[in-house]
């Protein structure tokens, strides 16, 4: 047997063995796509807590800076999230083809402590906002 015959055998175990665990790959791909919608949201709160500032003159500096840092650190944190989700979908999908499991518990304690600075920065932001 040559390669190109190897390789097709393969694709076709592949395809027979996710064929038989349609469930488990239907969850995995639900999970990713909310890990999206997550990265999405983040990024919309992003670009929410910047323009609220930065439309208003009655801000001082510090808060401009506040906003930009979330700004940012919430966008760069989306597009983390998609690469994490992307990574994590495709190594789930091969351990549910090999009949493993491994939990994303690095994945999530990474995203919460990251989601724990944004929310101290943005009440840092709503304390100014309230003092202006």
């Known amino acids: ?45 992003g670009f929410l807590s910047a323009s609220i500032v930065f439309r208003s003159v009655i801000y001082s500096e510090v808060g401009l800076i506040i906003a930009a840092v979330v700004a940012v650190f919430a966008v760069l944190l989306g597009g983390v999230l998609v690469a994490l989700a992307t990574r994590d979908y495709m190594r789930k999908r ?28 943005l009440l840092v932001l709503v304390v100014l906002m309230l003092q202006s």
């Open 94 to 121: 091969e351990d549910i083809n090999q009949g493993h499991f491994r939990s994303a518990v690095r994945m999530i304690r990474m995203i919460f402590y990251f989601l724990i600075v944004i929310q101290l920065l």
């Open 1 to 45: 047997m040559d390669r190109d015959e190897a390789h097709t055998m393969e694709g076709m175990m592949t395809q027979i063995d996710e064929s038989k665990l349609v469930q488990q790959h239907l969850a995995n791909e639900r999970t990713y796509l909310a890990w999206i919608r997550t990265a999405i949201a983040l990024v919309g709160l």
